[in-house]
């Protein structure tokens, strides 16, 4: 029986549906903060290719956005935030967050009333450390410099950010399963890098606390982790501690080796080249069977090993589905 298959970014600029609904809505966030737009743009990708899930259209920066960060994305260039000064800036009213991300709980409970029921709604957010990294550089960065040299020059003041965004990020999670998530998926985008002692403190920790901040009011939550670019120590750190269910995994990490190490305590999910979708041919061909191959008696979700490019020829796609669909 051939696994379940969704993609991360799977509604996105690759599809002409999407770049409709882009245009109309004149930008990102907009498409994000308005729900009849935000769940138009959920459900295209599973009308198109029947996935089995669909993912909330939403952005990691909604919690900077609920703590009252200025979030403005630039085409182009991305998400860009006015960075933080003091952690005292943040607006830790819970009835001002609630009010902020409105609109997302009612793009997900509409997206679930209009999904079909055989299908998974999952909802997402951003992980504590890669927010913080986020909230202090004003945008991603290849190695976080100012965020790293922050938590290491100002660790109370780091700590206490960190201890902000557990409680922000499960408030917010929990949010989206009350409005009809099956399933949320946590995205550490930036766990990569990070020396073991760091990534111990800054990734595995809040996690930890994060999952079971979920659990206390949630407790059949069900959550998957993708600690992006974190070596085989730290997958198998992350695997043992945090306490998910599922674990996305990244391009350059075996699958074989994650079948062996990580598939007897959580579910594996990934890891195709984006890119490999894009060239398609044989070398997707080629692709999904070695996945598929290694994955075998494994508990297993089909994904990328991060997000659909841009690029991506549509009819790429198709073929994906119908590979992993064929396979016995």
């Keep these: 029986m051939p696994p379940p298959l969704w993609l991360m970014r799977q509604a996105g600029r690759y599809l002409p549906e999407y770049q409709a609904v882009r245009k109309q809505a004149g930008s990102f966030w907009t498409m994000c903060m308005t729900p009849e737009l935000a769940v138009e743009v959920t459900l295209q990708p599973v009308r198109r290719f029947d996935f089995d899930a669909a993912i909330l259209f939403s952005d990691i920066l909604m919690i900077p956005h609920a703590l009252g960060q200025k979030v403005r994305f630039e085409d182009g260039t991305g998400p860009i935030i006015e960075p933080l000064r003091a952690v005292e800036e943040l607006d830790r009213n819970e009835e001002n967050w609630e009010s902020r991300l409105a609109p997302v709980y009612s793009a997900m409970a509409n997206a679930r009333r209009a999904l079909a029921a055989d299908k998974a709604m999952i909802g997402f957010a951003g992980a504590p450390w890669t927010l913080a990294a986020y909230m202090i550089e004003g945008r991603g960065t290849a190695e976080q410099r100012d965020a790293r040299l922050f938590a290491y020059q100002n660790p109370q003041e780091f700590a206490q950010l960190l201890d902000i965004l557990v409680g922000a990020t499960a408030r917010h999670l929990a949010r989206q399963i009350e409005s009809g998530a099956d399933a949320v998926q946590v995205f550490d985008s930036w766990a990569g890098g990070l020396p073991p002692v760091m990534f111990q403190q800054w990734v595995v920790e809040p996690t930890k606390r994060?999952?079971?901040?979920?659990?206390?009011?949630?407790?059949?939550?069900?959550?998957?982790?993708?600690?992006?670019?974190?070596?085989?120590?730290?997958?198998?750190?992350?695997?043992?501690?945090?306490?998910?269910?599922?674990?996305?995994?990244?391009?350059?990490?075996?699958?074989?080796?994650?079948?062996?190490?990580?598939?007897?305590?959580?579910?594996?999910?990934?890891?195709?080249?984006?890119?490999?979708?894009?060239?398609g041919g044989t070398v997707l061909e080629r692709g999904v069977s070695d996945i598929l191959g290694a994955m075998r008696g494994t508990p297993f979700i089909f994904n990328l090993g991060h997000g659909v490019l841009p690029a991506t020829p549509v009819e790429h796609v198709a073929k994906l589905v119908e590979l992993v669909r064929s396979a016995a």
Aim: aromatic share 6%.
């Design 210 to 279: 994060l999952v079971a901040k979920l659990h206390t009011g949630h407790p059949r939550a069900r959550v998957i982790g993708f600690p992006r670019g974190a070596t085989q120590w730290g997958l198998e750190a992350y695997a043992g501690e945090t306490g998910v269910d599922a674990m996305g995994i990244d391009t350059a990490t075996s699958l074989h080796w994650a079948a062996s190490a990580l598939g007897k305590r959580v579910v594996v999910q990934g890891n195709l080249d984006p890119l490999a979708l894009v060239a």
